[in-house]
């Protein structure tokens, strides 16, 4: 996600960018729904992975790259 999608919403503010960018991430994950999990359960893991993308969009947007050797 923070690869393909975050550059380009990036251009319409980095809150913006992450925040579009974390959602598209944890809908990836709500698709257990649809395979049985417990939707309490599933609650859960969306709120986490999106709070975990945006964390991880931030600092993409911040340093160029999730990992210091990978510099975009």
Do not use: I, K, N
Not at 21 to 34: E, I, M, T
Not at 36 to 57: K, M, R, W
């Amino acid at each position: 996600m923070r690869g393909m999608l975050l550059p380009v919403l990036a251009g319409r503010g980095a809150r913006t960018g992450a925040a579009v960018s974390a959602v598209a991430f944890s809908l990836l994950h709500a698709r257990r729904l649809l395979e049985g999990a417990h939707p309490q359960a599933t609650a859960v893991q969306l709120v986490d992975t999106f709070s975990s993308g945006f964390a991880y969009a931030a600092v993409r947007l911040r340093m160029g790259a999730l990992w210091p050797a990978r510099r975009s």
